[in-house]
């Protein structure tokens, strides 16, 4: 599947909206998404939701022999995966540059933080050590996969629980979690991810990005950072300057936020023992509203309504009067009726001036043109261009030779609009280029 | 700690939430007892010229485990996924597109087939995909007295001499 491309509209807007210090979804620039952890039934099992953004994380282990150069620790692994479901531009099997730097991050976040203590990890000094393996698994991208991996992958690797193991002489017995309670890892410190996306040269900075927010963005700095204010890995991608007070301001952001986030981490966790421990219901059953099949999970946002009755009072008072209004419709044939009389036409002069750009524009302009039959009776720009008797030959185009319909041919109900707009609709009628008809009739 | 075993001809609680994921098309997690399966489904879409039907949409299915890289199992209830629901999907009213099933497996209690095969059909149904039918599946396996269960938890099925899927 291809990915959607960004249109350029789109880029404009956001980027005119981070000018203007506003997100797209309300927040200010400084303020994380909302972030729901949740724990499956077994050990180990979690999703962690940033926003949108999803992600499955699952602790696994096995007995292996230690690596030769290391016979009393543990071994680590750890495996970021982009499910094709997360984004339309995710195919299975391809080694993307994104993926191997998310990899990377989760790698340098969590194992060379030594966050966890892989000597606890060994079971028989040079033949046996456990292999503590962390799946994260993207299902759906909404900005900021590495915030949300590395949550998910702490939270699943604290309420991992290993089988008991006890050694005597030569024999190594493993316990099944019916015989011996299952045994946590030892884990000294949360390491937690923090990504800022960078503006205007580095001179403007977002924290969490959202989807939309990452593909306009200029780089990206993410640090990585425990609730005692150590830093574990930090990374600047993109090739953006960062100033020198712009990176101690990310690095003191970054830790009221991973405060934030390891007490709500803290309380996930220990809800989840306690109920576990009371042998109530636990798992993703529980997540899942009951009698409800559909989630449309809205969060609802609180907006401020106190102010709107007066408001609208002043609207109203200091507005023009509506212009006329026409009351009578002219009724061409049975299922088409016109309101009023057109404005002219001022794409004429868009042509003009854009000569230069592609012909997707135009063919754009021309599907938009069959769709608009009705009238439209608001205010659009005062120009008024006088190039209603000839038609308009773009010289930059790529045919050899354009062929202009008769305008007879094209439905009359066009016909009370300028000329112009029917030239433009005419000659485009029939660019080579095109294979379809853009038109809904 | 277990799960609530279906004994006889009982099936454990399950449950269903759609429109879960924001990019997909459509999206389903299926729930029976513990074991859940997560679904997304991009289409009908553009579509790889190699891969392209010209009088149908082309289906692929892809499977994920939890833990570890797909293998055969994966391999071939990808298949069986597949040939189920090009049965269902009226394919022909999109040619040349293709439509993307993806399905994750949350958690694997027992009769992971079945609860991919429900998961799957939700996600068609939450994507709004044209459909003859609809479709669920139920796993049956025998256990060592010779008595049928349905749905059967990961522990019935691994005594179990027999296990079969409908």
């Not at chain 1, 699952?58 to 982009?82: A, D, Y």
């Not at chain 1, 057109?342 to 002069?349: A, V």
């Not at chain 1, 007879?408 to 008809?437: D, G, H, I, V, W």
């Amino acid at each position: 599947m291809k990915a959607t491309p960004l249109s350029n509209c789109e880029r404009r807007f956001l980027l005119r909206a981070i000018e203007e210090r506003k997100r797209l979804d309300g927040r200010q620039c400084y303020d994380y998404r909302n972030v729901r952890i949740s724990f499956g039934a077994d050990y180990g099992c979690c999703i962690v939701e940033l926003g949108k953004t999803r992600v499955l994380a699952q602790v696994s282990c096995e007995l292996v022999p230690p690596k030769p150069n290391r016979p009393t620790e543990g071994i680590l692994f750890f495996n970021l995966e982009l499910s094709p479901m997360a984004a339309p531009g995710f195919e299975p099997g391809r080694q993307s540059e994104l993926l191997v730097k998310l990899n990377r991050l989760i790698e340098r976040c969590l194992r060379n933080s030594r966050c966890i203590d892989t000597e606890s990890l060994c079971v028989v000094a040079g033949e046996k050590v456990w292999q503590i393996r962390l799946d994260l698994h993207l299902l759906n991208h909404d900005g900021n996969i590495i915030d949300a991996a590395s949550i998910a992958g702490i939270v699943a690797l604290c309420h991992f629980r290993r089988p008991d193991v006890s050694v005597q002489g030569e024999e190594v017995t493993v316990y099944a979690p019916e015989e011996r309670d299952p045994v946590p890892l030892s884990i000294h410190h949360m390491p937690i991810c923090v990504s800022f996306a960078f503006f205007q040269q580095g001179t403007y900075l977002l924290v969490d990005p959202s989807e939309r927010e990452e593909r306009v963005m200029d780089g990206l700095l993410v640090i990585a950072m425990n609730k005692h204010r150590e830093i574990c890995t930090i990374q600047s991608s993109g090739g953006i300057m960062l100033v020198k007070d712009q990176v101690l301001r990310c690095s003191k952001i970054t830790a009221v936020k991973v405060a934030e986030i390891t007490e709500l981490i803290q309380k996930a966790l220990e809800n989840d023992q306690k109920v576990r421990k009371e042998g109530g219901k636990f798992g993703f059953a529980e997540s899942i509203p009951n009698q409800k099949i559909t989630a449309f999970k809205m969060e609802s946002a609180a907006v401020n309504t106190n102010n709107v009755e007066e408001q609208a009072e002043e609207i109203i008072t200091k507005a023009d009067p509506p212009s006329e209004v026409f009351a009578k419709p002219i009724l061409h044939t049975p299922g088409t009726a016109q309101i009023g009389e057109g404005i002219e036409n001022s794409w004429g002069d868009l042509e003009e001036s854009e000569r230069e750009e592609a012909a997707e524009e135009e063919s754009e302009s021309e599907a938009a043109a069959f769709e608009c039959q009705t009238v439209e009776t608001e205010d659009t720009s005062t120009m008024k261009e006088t190039k209603k008797d000839e038609p308009i030959v773009l010289s930059d185009s790529e045919e050899e030779e354009v062929v202009i319909l008769e305008p007879q041919e094209l439905p009359r109900k066009t016909r009370t609009q300028t000329n112009l707009k029917q030239e433009n609709t005419s000659k485009k009628a029939f660019t080579k280029r095109r294979r379809k008809k853009r038109a809904a009739y | 700690k277990m799960a609530t075993e279906g004994g006889g001809c009982c099936l454990r609680p399950f449950s269903c939430e759609q429109g879960l994921l924001s990019r997909p098309d459509g999206s389903a997690a299926f729930l029976q007892g513990d074991t859940s399966v997560l679904v997304g489904l991009y289409g009908p879409a553009e579509v790889k010229v190699s891969k392209e039907l010209p009088d149908r949409a082309a289906l692929e299915v892809l499977l994920r485990p939890k833990v570890g890289l797909p293998g055969v199992i994966e391999r071939s209830r990808e298949q069986l996924l597949r040939r189920t629901c090009e049965a269902v999907v009226l394919g022909v009213l999109h040619p040349r597109t293709a439509i993307t099933l993806v399905l994750q497996v949350l958690s694997d209690a027992g009769s992971l087939l079945s609860c991919c095969l429900n998961a799957a059909c939700m996600g068609m149904l939450d994507a709004g995909l044209p459909l003859s039918s609809l479709f669920c599946g139920v796993t049956c396996a025998i256990d060592p007295n010779g008595v049928i269960v349905l749905d059967p938890t990961t522990q019935q099925e691994q005594v179990s001499p027999g296990v079969g899927y409908q």
